[in-house]
């Protein structure tokens, strides 16, 4: 499914271990870094890694994608494959959840406010999220079969946790762009900045 979203396109990746990154704290053993789309700070940008002698993907424990205010939040969720993701009606209405694109393929029914429901994302692939009542909702569930990711902040910044020295792919997707791919080097101490022209 993720092949699909790949280009042989390549992004401009610098590493620098001077690069300022405001709020973002991290370990030496993080990896932290921004994502700029046409020199600007880029939102909603699932960053993810592949290779390196990292450890396996372990889906967390309670993961929610909540609706609240005719809105799907957040807007986008990267998750390990097999993660569990909970999708409760903290709205005032009614709500039908539903996929039926690429990815994970579901239709939740009707529910009502104060009650959830739970979908299992267990193959990759991004799952584009609607409800049949409000056409205005929608959200992206990305399934990733990696240890390694993380959704870029209003600031265009973003955090893995715990990631060893050593070459990986990289994958970077965005709503509304292509997915692109490289290879990169992490070393402790240092930033990873990715760029879209």
């Known amino acids: 499914m993720l ?13 620098a271990a001077g690069l300022w990154l405001g709020p973002v704290l991290a370990a030496d053993d993080d990896l932290v870094g921004v994502v700029l789309v046409h020199g600007r700070p880029e939102k909603n940008v699932v960053v993810w890694l592949e290779g390196g002698a990292g450890r396996s993907p372990v889906p967390a424990r309670k993961i ?6 005719l809105q799907f939040k957040p807007h986008v ?17 009614f709500h039908n959840v539903f996929s039926f694109h690429d990815g994970k393929r ?6 009502p406010v104060g009650t959830a429901r739970t979908v299992t994302f267990d193959r990759p692939g991004l799952s584009r999220i609607f409800c049949n009542i409000h056409p205005n909702m929608a959200a992206y569930v990305l399934a990733v ?5 993380a959704v870029s902040d ?12 050593g070459s990986y792919t990289y994958h970077a997707w965005r709503p509304g762009g292509e997915t692109r791919t490289g290879t990169v080097a992490v070393e402790s101490g ?3 900045e990715i760029r879209w022209p």
Request: charged share 20%; hydrophobic share 45%; glycine share 4%.
């Open 77 to 93: 969720l990267a998750v390990s494959v097999g993660s569990q993701v909970e999708m409760p009606n903290s709205d005032r209405v």
């Open 3 to 15: 092949a699909r979203l790949f280009t042989r396109q390549t992004i401009s990746v610098v590493l």
């Open 190 to 192: 240092r930033r990873l």
């Open 145 to 149: 079969d990696s240890a390694y990711f």
């Open 106 to 111: 579901f239709d939740l029914g009707l529910y």
């Open 154 to 165: 209003s600031q265009g910044q973003f955090a893995m946790a715990d990631v060893p020295n």
């Open 64 to 69: 929610v994608l909540d609706q609240r205010q």
